[in-house]
């Protein structure tokens, strides 16, 4: 049984395609990450399968039921933890969850205990009578990520759930998501522009760029694909340039070739055997290797060989900026 | 229609929960119709013939005094909402929207809370006036009144709602609601009797629901009605007018929030 399956899934905002003819399938009880630049689609994507948003074309079914036809039973069955924080600030941590267990419907009886059990989990039972104005971002994060867990929904989405975060606070949060996962047994949906985050935490991952998802698979197949090995070189500007680009193609260990212009990545296998190799053409040509490194392919390797383009970096106000105009456009 | 109420309570809760947080602006909210019935009705005070020729006893500043107190509940409530934008911006509303309760239960909430925070603050100026020597001929009828305020700033608060939720921009609402409140306010008996309006202002103002909550006021706190309109009539129409107000919020706000902000 399937957590969350998109048939053709389309979103335009005016002339603008957001999300463009997307089509995967979630397994219950599987982290899967969307990956992809700021505007590449994630957001609206998440928007849609939480009834946020219609949907222009397409089918969506979350937990088995249809986004359009059945938003309600969508919502009985999902937790959604925004990007930015959505606490109440004035109220303490322990109201603010009580408030998301009303909005949720939990049982009157089963509140209290369920609001225990998640403070526990993220570690903030000694701070919840605290004001949460007083609570770091850090904190914030996981008190919005216990709101959308404490009815237990059968899916949890998580709208870039670390961004914003200091490297440690981030990597506390992954342990947090990864707990929730072993202890409840729910789908998580995220999104991330982080390489790491969805190398850390996914089962699958999905690369979304542009509206269009790209490749869908896991994220060791995904490096595995590229060959183990990758090699980065730079050389002396040269008119045997080319020559050496093509000599190097015929090597039957590089699956890939990728050229910038003070740069060549090469993705092989046994890197070891293929670096002889490549010494050997280019003092054939007569060609001055700068400097040479060896390393095992990152998610960034596999990005940039599905889009053609490098992740953009953490630029959360270009992007907010970018979402509020496309949003705009809608409204008009 | 269990669950209606349920989760209308929630967000009246959340409402009243982060009013209680933000004291401070309790006190700040009262300055400005404590000066109206301080400078206004001693102002005016030179016009206490003119009040009695209408069949007012007392003082002007009796007889404003009920003026007053729907000006506070007016402006309370019609600035209730603006909330519903901070909501938005901030994701509070997505969280809401994407949880099993039903729309116009958010706008319900946020509705009723404020019009129990116009009521409070209503009958703090009520108060004020009787401090400063407004007398009360019976004062079993403040229950009565507040009930009044209660029922009026609910009618007002779906205004504001509505405003808001359809304003995409905290500028958008500040100027539609100062568009509405002051002629609404004007446009009534508040500070002059109805009977010695211009013939035409009186006619402007029968139409304003503001009207009738002021009369009905002034009658329970003074003993006098005034301008031929018989209670049975103000209540009724107050009684439609938040009616057909809560139908409209519900509506709007369901439209709207339906929409990408």
Known sequence: MYSIETKSLSKSFGDLKAVDDISFNVESGEIFGFLGPNGAGKSTTMMILTTLLKPTSGQALVSGFDVMTQPKKVRQNIGFVQQESTVDEYLSGRENLLLQARLNHIPKELIAQRIDEVLELIELSDKQNDAVVTYSGGMRKRLDIAGGLLHRPKVLFLDEPTVGLDIQTRRKIWEYIKKIHKEFDMTLFLSTHYMEEADQLCDRIGIIDGGKIQVIDTPQNMKSAMGNEVISLTIENDKNEKAFLSALEKIELIKKINQDPNKITLFASKGTEVIPKIFQISSDLNIKINSISLTQPTLDDVFISYTGHEIKGDDAGFNRKREHAKMKRLRA | ?261
């Open chain 2, 1 to 261: 229609m269990n669950s209606l109420m349920y989760d209308t309570y929630t967000i009246f809760w959340r409402e009243l929960k982060r009013y209680k947080k933000s004291r401070s602006g309790v006190l700040i909210r009262l300055i400005q119709p404590a000066i109206w019935i301080i400078v206004v009705g001693n102002t005016f005070s030179g016009t206490q013939p003119l009040i009695q020729s209408v069949g007012f006893e007392g003082k002007y500043i009796e007889f404003m005094a009920p003026g007053v107190i729907i000006l506070t509940a007016i402006f309370t409530s019609i600035f209730g909402g603006v909330n519903t934008l901070w909501d938005r911006r901030y994701g509070f509303m997505n969280k809401a929207l994407t949880s099993p309760i039903s729309r116009s239960s958010i706008a319900l909430g946020k509705m009723s809370a404020i019009s129990l925070i116009a009521a409070m603050q209503a009958s703090l100026i009520l108060g004020i006036s009787l401090a400063i020597g407004v007398t009360f001929p019976n004062p079993i009828m403040i229950v009565p009144i507040m009930a009044i305020v209660i029922l009026f700033s609910l009618g007002f608060s779906g205004i504001s709602v509505v405003v808001a939720a359809t304003a995409k921009s905290q500028e958008t609402f500040w100027g539609v609601i100062n568009f509405l409140g002051m002629p609404l306010f004007m446009l009534s008996p508040a500070l002059f009797p109805l009977e010695l309006l211009p013939d035409w202002l009186a006619s402007v103002a029968r139409l304003n629901p503001v009207t009738y909550a002021v009369l009905l006021v002034r009658e329970m706190m003074t003993g006098v009605s005034e301008g031929g309109v018989s209670t049975i009539l103000s209540i009724g129409v107050i009684v439609v007018f938040v009616l057909i107000m809560v139908g409209l919020a519900s509506y709007v706000f369901t439209r709207e929030v339906n929409k990408p902000f």
